[in-house]
């Protein structure tokens, strides 16, 4: 029953991105075809033959009927920029993202997590300090920056542009390996950012627990202390945790963008840069309705996953 | 209260940072002669490491990239505190009506509020910058009308807490409408914490702010920190290694940033009691 009803809402907040997708692109100030063909030579007919191709004129409802229908048929219309449908060129940059997307959430809980977890332990000491300091320091950085930063520290020593270079050889083990070598500084960028808030997270839910009697009832029985630790608290205290890793799962989206600008990754995000540049709203269109989708259906299994994961939900 | 922040050191330091930022915001302008930042106007080198004469070295035009940073303290912090002013203005607005009056109204407002929270705030950001024309406003815009959930969901918790104690309820017996309720009970008690709320937006506004201007959204006629690593990226400070171009604005945002959070987790610290 709760699963039904957070079903519901998932397929509701779908609608509502679609919805938001369609009139932040059409109930703007402006034609879009003159914003899109700024400072390139066109006549009012090519203008007028543009319009007449991206069906911008018709009536507003008329032209959300389409959009509507297309997109429920997987169409997200066709890119301005790049000639083509949206959902085909999306579809070719989602490989390299996931890649560097999938490799820094997997470090990045993993170490937020133990670091949050032994911080909230030995609360007040000289490790708990650092970790926090560190991680709200991390916090303020910008990711685009501390990727340049590392890109001029390494210099040299691991490639900052693109994903893999012309030059490898075309056998497996290599063109792995030189993807490997250039997933290097993209991924620590963005497991940084991202792993100082899912340890900050982690660290306040151990604490929340810290004081529960459960687990002095743990240290009555004799428990050694780490046994007390990975027995009894972690497990109690990871469930939230790991809840709101997949909450902020827009936290990583948008260190995706930023990351893939400045190391010319060619994934979602550089596709996002491209669309903000040209502009071509089509495409900007379609980037938005893909991640947001994304981001809702993530959500979905976070309240799936808790579900199945802690068996107290299901009474409340 | 005042004493019992001071007993914050990380809070009472952010606010000496702080404190040295706004004056630096405020005094450039009025002391930079306008002609040492235009580009047509400059004579030194371009990439000029540091030496006596510029002492954060010069960009890739040749202007003094002290007198940038400095200039651009105030459109970051300008950018930073409209934009959680506004952010945390519909938030405390969303979040009280949702948990004052029940009904459809709050479901909708909660269901919207639930929607905005999930999203991710910088590709909406984006997006509506990107359809916007050019300037502050836009970006200010940008961030206020993306980042206002977080505090629309504290208050609406806040604000069910204090209607569910009894002196509110005696309140209302004794014939105190909506409007009293909220004005004498609901918002008194919601201020300190949607205070500590905003010194925790502003941080947030001014990382999105850099990352606006990074992508090229930003005011084009306005220098900001994160403007200035727009043009350290676009023009290769990197591959130069022109560290003096790339270090300065990022430490700016990073103290300022920090600040503005150690300020907020030391507020946040003093109106919560402890448990």
Not at chain 1, 58 to 65: A, G, I, T, Y
Not at chain 1, 248 to 269: C, K, M, N, Q
Not at chain 2, 3 to 16: I, P, Y
Not at chain 2, 220 to 226: D, F, M, Q
């Amino acid at each position: 029953m709760r699963l039904l009803g957070r079903a519901g809402g998932a397929a509701l907040s779908l609608l509502m991105v679609a919805v938001l997708g369609f009139f932040l692109f059409r109930v703007v100030p402006g034609d879009p075809v003159v914003s899109m063909t700024r400072g390139r030579p066109t006549t009012p007919e090519t203008q007028a033959a543009l319009r007449a191709q991206f069906g911008l004129d018709l009536p507003l409802h008329e032209q959300f009927f389409r959009y509507f229908t297309s997109l429920l048929r997987g169409d997200l219309g066709t890119s301005f920029t790049f000639r083509r449908p949206v959902a085909e060129v999306v579809l070719e940059r989602l490989g390299p993202t996931l890649l560097l997307v999938g490799t820094s959430t997997v470090i990045a809980v993993a170490l937020g997590l133990w670091l949050g977890v032994l911080a909230a332990w030995r609360r007040g000491s000289a490790f708990d300090r650092v970790t926090t300091g560190v991680s709200l320091t991390l916090w303020a950085v910008p990711t685009f920056w501390l990727g340049m930063l590392l890109m001029m520290v390494t210099g040299d020593f691991f490639p900052s542009r693109g994903m893999r270079d012309t030059d490898t050889a075309p056998d497996f083990l290599s063109q792995a390996l030189d993807v490997g070598h250039h997933l290097v500084l993209p991924s620590i960028t963005l497991v940084a950012v991202v792993c100082a808030e899912y340890a900050l997270v982690m660290r306040s839910s151990l604490l929340e627990e810290l004081h529960a009697p459960y687990l002095t009832t743990a240290r009555a029985k004799g428990l050694r202390d780490d046994l007390v630790r990975r027995r009894h608290a972690v497990p109690n205290a990871v469930l939230p945790a790991i809840t709101l890793v997949f909450l902020r799962f827009g936290l990583v989206v948008s260190g995706a963008i930023t990351t893939e600008t400045v190391f010319s990754w060619p994934g979602l995000g550089l596709l996002f840069y491209d669309a903000l540049t040209g502009p071509d709203y089509f495409l900007l269109q379609g980037l938005l309705v893909v991640t947001a989708g994304a981001v809702v259906v993530m959500n979905l299994l976070a309240d799936v996953l808790h579900g199945v994961l802690d068996p107290r939900v299901k009474v409340v | 209260m005042s004493s019992k922040f001071l007993t914050h050191r990380t809070g009472v330091a952010g606010a000496a940072v702080l404190a040295v930022a706004a004056v630096v915001a405020v005094v450039a302008p009025l002391l930079i002669d306008p002609g040492s930042l235009d580009v047509t106007r400059v004579t030194a080198a371009a990439w000029q490491a540091p030496d006596a004469r510029h002492w954060l070295g010069t960009d890739h035009t040749g202007r003094s990239v002290a007198l940038l940073l400095a200039q651009g303290a105030g459109t970051s912090l300008f950018v930073g505190l409209t934009a959680a002013v506004l952010a945390v203005g519909i938030g405390t607005a969303v979040g009280v009506v949702s948990g004052h009056f029940g009904g459809l109204p709050a479901g909708v407002l909660l269901r919207v509020t639930d929607f905005f929270l999930v999203l991710p705030a910088l590709v909406l950001a984006i997006a509506l910058s990107t359809v916007l024309p050019r300037g502050l406003g836009t970006i200010i815009l940008a961030i206020g009308l993306t980042s206002w959930p977080s505090t629309a969901r504290m208050v609406r918790a806040q604000t069910l807490t204090i209607e569910a104690r009894p002196f509110v309820e005696r309140a209302r017996a004794l014939g105190g409408g909506h409007a009293h309720v909220i004005a004498r009970h609901v918002l008194p008690s919601v201020v300190p914490l949607v205070l500590v709320n905003a010194t925790l937006a502003v941080a947030s506004a001014i990382v999105a702010e850099s990352t606006l201007a990074f992508l090229g959204l930003g005011d084009p006629a306005r220098i900001s920190w994160g403007a200035m690593l727009h043009q350290a990226q676009l023009h290769g400070a990197v591959p130069q290694g022109a560290w003096w171009f790339l270090l300065p604005p990022g430490l700016a945002i990073v103290a300022v940033v920090l600040a503005f959070t150690l300020v907020g987790r030391a507020l946040e610290a003093v109106v919560t009691p402890k448990r």
